[in-house]
């Protein structure tokens, strides 16, 4: 008895090993652009893209693609190490952009890789977007937008994104799948926005994990605009422009990111974010500029130093003043700007040479 | 037989009450205030304070600015304190400017704003501005805004600037000795300086480094421990060196961020040549010339970030034998990753990711290999020619 149920039970597990081994042979569908692998191969990424049966992975030679693309079903694009390099970039084909997508404030947009309304999971790993600073005229320009699909950008530059209408490395637009989107371990250099958040609901319609990436040199270089939750964290953000991180209309976390130089450090406006634990260095006006009428969350554990005009500016209500606690300020004029009756509680001063605080106005 | 002993209890309890109130007396704090805002044995110069008897354990400085070029020779925390809503104590330079007061280096000559020396208990510094705008020091000395020799202690919350003389400045400058000093540097800023951001070095100055005076002898190991983490430290002008760490150390480094200069990047992050068990670790560095320069064997690079760089992140200038160079990330610069420059690195070399780069290694030896993330690299590695 004991030796026919332990052979009964062995052909269901075999058979089940069997499933498992087979089942991603059957499912995976990998194809080639370029000719540094072997395999199903492509010279353009749009073609590997629109192949048949369509590729859950797309892998990309080192290599120049001057290609617009729509990514319409899930799939993994990534770039590959061949030989010596490690670099596969976008760029704007030789007619220039043309405008293919619709922001959602409306705006017209000439986007370099489109990811929209995808059901699963779309991932982008190892690719380069050069915007080569193409002007599309009253459009904005893009260099990767994903709207309404959820997936992970890992590992992609993004460069030169500007134009004259706008122009974002990343932008994220949420909708009715509510999808998650995490964006980590990239570069933006050169957009004028790094990465661009936001849905058009008024409840969050979009989650946006924003993690160990590196802006440099962009006019705003992370904006979380209205509908979305965004946990935006140990970044490194090289200003050289105006605003590092800029929140509205959303809640979520800001903790642990280093922000050196540009004009404000972090602004908030009628948000509930959750700001902690940020370095944030050089900004000639704000450190962090709390331009909202009552604070939700806590902005707390912040150090400031070396900020050209107030440390933190919070003149919104005095009901929410314990939110805003235990900050540390260096080398500065004026530590807090703040309504009368706030205490600077477990907050540190050091060289702050005309006053720790100061009433609004 | 028990009320005896009980009587000989309380006797030993109250015995025992009056030498611990007793010692506590013995050993009380002796504060001073330099100022007016807050009452207390009160002096109008911190020099004052630090040279009245008895000798104080804490001086206590005031809000304001104080032209003033210290020696501090005891045992002493010397804290600024937060009166009438600010925090702003600053020594300044005296009318007359900075005189010469130490040899650094071995036997450079130099002005030291705040000079800790030779002190056989620890030193504390606490929340003070050194500013040395208006030095005057002349042209072949050199000039640091605080200098701890042979001296234990703790430099937090300090701020250095300004430490600008014919490109002989330093910020802060920890020098060991054969007493082995501990000392720690924390949560300051260092700006403005023309030469040297954070310093940590035996007595001779760094042997192997520029901004030493060229001193080759075998310095012995260990004479200091330092301890620097969570500075931020800002370059003004090329050939800066933002941080060094030197010949005879032993130091724990993190958590430091290292800026350089906007329009002169032609500057160090870090340049280190400290003893075999040194971890520089968890640091970030933005916008100078090279990240790190690795001067001597012993001493191990890790988790450290470097972004947006005009030249190499971490250059090796030595062979390796213990040294590891792992987990760093190098990212968005101009030039390349990590110049190996022909040396002998074995399995050393490993882990490290570079992102949006001209190259990832160059200079490799003969063999080198090593499981390495590349994303957006021109060329990943390039060999020794």
Redesign the interface.
């Known amino acids: 008895m004991l030796r026919t149920g332990y052979k009964f039970m062995f052909v269901p597990l075999f058979s089940a090993t069997l499933f498992v081994l087979a089942a991603p042979e059957l499912h995976a569908t990998t194809v080639i652009v370029g000719t540094c692998k072997v395999g199903t191969r492509f010279s353009k990424i749009q073609d590997a893209l629109n192949s048949t049966p369509k590729p859950t992975i797309v892998e990309v030679c080192p290599g120049t693609y001057p290609e617009q693309v729509t990514i319409s079903g899930t799939v993994t694009l990534e ?1 590959i ?1 061949s030989g ?4 596969a ?1 976008l760029v704007p084909p030789p007619g220039g952009l043309v405008t293919n997508a619709t922001l959602l404030n409306g705006d017209p947009a000439a986007v370099q890789i489109l990811v929209e309304d995808v059901s699963n999971p779309v991932n982008l790993t ?3 977007v050069n915007g080569s600073d193409a002007d599309v005229g009253s459009a904005a320009v893009v260099g990767i937008l994903y709207r309404n699909t959820a997936g992970t950008i890992n ?1 992609v ?1 993004t ?1 030169n994104v500007s134009g004259g209408a706008g122009g974002y490395g990343i932008y994220l637009g949420g909708g009715t799948q509510n999808p998650k989107v995490t964006v980590e ?1 990239s ?1 933006f ?1 050169h957009d004028e926005t790094g990465l661009w958040v936001q849905s058009n609901s008024t409840s969050s319609a979009l989650t946006a994990i924003i993690e160990n990436n ?1 802006a ?2 962009c006019a705003t270089c992370i904006e979380v605009a209205s509908g979305a939750t965004a946990t935006i964290s140990n970044n ?1 953000i ?1 200003v050289n422009g105006v605003i590092g991180i800029a929140l509205a209309g959303s809640t979520g976390t800001v903790t642990g990111n ?1 922000i ?2 540009g004009q404000d450090g972090i602004e908030e406006g009628d948000a509930g974010f959750t700001i902690k634990s940020n ?1 944030i ?2 900004a000639s006006q704000f450190g962090i500029n709390l331009d909202i009428a009552v604070l939700t969350a806590d902005v707390t554990g912040n150090t400031l ?2 900020i050209g005009t107030i440390g933190i500016a919070f003149c919104g209500s005095s009901g929410t003043f314990n939110k805003l606690h235990s900050n ?1 300020f ?2 500065m004029n004026i530590g807090y700007s703040v309504p009368f009756g706030f205490i600077t509680t477990g907050s ?10 100061i009433p609004c106005g | 037989m028990l009320r005896i002993s009980f009587k000989l209890m309380l006797a030993l309890l109250i015995s025992a009450f009056v030498f611990a109130f007793g010692v506590q007396e013995l050993c009380a704090t002796t504060t001073y205030i330099v100022g007016t805002c807050k009452t207390g044995v009160q002096y109008t110069t911190i020099q004052e304070a630090l040279d009245a008897s008895p000798l104080a354990n804490v001086i206590e400085v005031c809000p304001g600015t104080y032209p003033e070029q210290l020696t501090i020779i005891n045992a002493v925390t010397l804290e ?1 304190i ?1 009166a009438n ?6 020594i300044s330079s005296p009318a007359g400017g900075l005189a010469t007061n130490a040899t650094i280096n071995g036997s450079d000559p130099a002005a030291v704003h705040v000079f800790v020396k030779n002190a056989t208990g620890a030193v504390n510094l606490t ?3 050194v500013d040395s705008t208006n030095n005057q020091v002349p042209s072949d000395v050199f000039l640091v805004g605080v200098l701890y020799q042979h001296t234990s202690g703790t430099v937090n ?1 300090v ?1 250095a ?1 300004h430490q600008q003389a014919n490109n002989l400045g330093y910020g802060i400058y920890m020098e060991g000795g054969s007493s082995n000093p501990t000392v720690t540097v924390e ?1 300051c ?1 260092v ?1 403005d300086f023309d030469f040297g951001g954070i310093y940590v070095t035996g007595p001779l100055g760094p042997t192997d480094i520029a901004g030493g005076s060229g001193v080759t002898s075998d310095v012995p190991t260990g004479q200091i421990t330092a301890k620097v983490e969570n500075n ?1 430290v ?1 370059s003004l002008v090329d050939e800066a060196h933002n941080m060094l760490f030197g010949s005879s150390t032993l130091d724990t480094v993190t958590g430091n ?1 290292s ?1 350089g200069a ?1 329009n002169a990047p032609g500057n160090f992050g870090m340049t280190v040549d400290a003893n075999a068990g040194s971890v520089i670790s968890g640091n ?1 560095i ?2 100078t010339q090279t990240g790190i320069s690795l001067q001597d064997d012993g001493p191990s690079l890790k988790t450290n ?1 470097m ?2 760089l005009s030249g190499d992140g971490i250059f090796l200038n030595v062979n390796l034998k213990t040294s590891q160079i792992t987990g760093n990330t190098i ?2 610069t101009l030039f390349d990753g990590i110049d190996l420059n022909c040396k002998t690195v074995g399995t050393l070399v490993h882990s490290n ?1 570079f ?2 780069l001209a190259a990832g290694y160059i200079k490799s030896p003969t063999g080198f290999s090593g499981s390495n ?10 060999a020794c020619e």
């Open positions: 770039g190490v010596n390099s490690s670099v970039t190892n690719l380069v590992h530059v460069f371990n570069t250099d590196l440099s040199s490194t090289n280093t050196v130089g370095k260095y050089g130093s070396r540390t260096e080398d540190t001063f050091i060289g702050v040479t005309t006053d720790a605080m | 600024g937060v809503n600010s925090s702003a104590i600053r929340n003070l501005i919350h701020i600037v949560n800023s700006h931020i800002a961020l800026i906007t970030s933005i916008g970030k972004y947006v990212q968005d990711t992102e949006y993330t590349y994303v957006a690299v021109q060329n990943d590695f390039t």
